[in-house]
């Protein structure tokens, strides 16, 4: 091996520890503000099923707070966000999310605002282009034209 | 082109309308259940007759049977009970009772004094097994296959109509 392909090596692997050194710091256990935050955000995207306009962190209803503490005991195991939701959509169906998930079913929903869009984008770009064909198909006969001026200069010099 | 300027509009308004239409006759309350098709969630607790003893869902394998969900606190399983002592003097199919989140005593004194439509009651203290039923609105009504497989799920009271044509048809189906 030669010298430089040595420091290379070294330099390779110094920031790989560098790297994994910052990882467990990010996996360090999170103090409980942090973790607070991170439920009250997941609640936040979860609605309660009783009071259905509510997140679970806003409601006050009994099951609302049975789901809370579900929740933070699946938290306590070190479940990540992604499968805490997964354990109530197995429960409770895609309704618990206040975010959809993007599939077959919900299509429409996500697709439609663009889709609206685009069709509307379409019909203005039609109506436009054709009121501009309109304007240029209006009569353009030399003797209409005289006419026209004549009577604008006929009228400039009337007070 | 004429056609096309009132056409459209309509075409528009009729497909709003039918959305709404559809809408309109749409309870925003049910959820459609995801657990249906899939194993019962499993549990395993303590009866509400005989405190000692438990009942499991793998007790209930091999037979076709009805989880209902209900609790002394609950107004609504008053409406319900009547429909289901009536489906339990027909021995049709067992139910069993998911007594959530209830006092025992409660729930006890509640079918002394109204009646026992269940094959056996289970008390559900802190609403464990419920959540894990998806449940939400007592009172609620699993029909559960003789593999043990949730077939149906009535949210809210059953009524002597939702028996007769949801959820006897679905038994006798099930029981072939």
Known sequence: M???SLRVAHAVLLCSVAIAASAAKMDAPATDAALEARMKKLEGELRC???????????????AGDLRREVRALAATGKSDDEIKAYLVARYGDFVLYN?????????????????LVGGALLWVTIISRRERSVVTAPRDADAQARARARLEATDDTP | MKAARWSIPLAIFLV???FLWVGLGRDP??????????????FSLP?????????????????VWLLNVWASWCVSCRTEHP??????????VPVYGLDYKDRPDAGRAWLAQNGNPYAASIVD?????GIDYGVYGVPETFVIDKEGVVRYKQIGPLSEEAVQKTILPLVQELEK
């Open chain 1, 49 to 63: 099923l009783v009071c259905q306009n509510q997140t679970l962190a806003d409601s006050n209803a009994e099951l």
């Open chain 1, 100 to 116: 959809p998930p993007v599939k077959s079913t919900t299509w429409l929903l996500w697709g439609g605002p663009f889709a609206l």
């Open chain 2, 29 to 42: 309350r049910e959820v459609p259940s995801p657990l249906i098709g899939k194993p019962a969630p499993a």
């Open chain 2, 83 to 92: 429909v289901l002592m009536q489906l339990a003097a027909s021995k049709r």
């Open chain 2, 47 to 63: 009866r509400l007759h005989e405190p000692a003893a438990t009942l499991s869902n793998a007790d209930l394998k091999g037979k």
């Open chain 2, 125 to 129: 203290l802190d609403g464990r097994v």
């Open chain 1, 2 to 4: 030669t010298r430089s």
């Open chain 2, 16 to 18: 709003l309308l039918a």
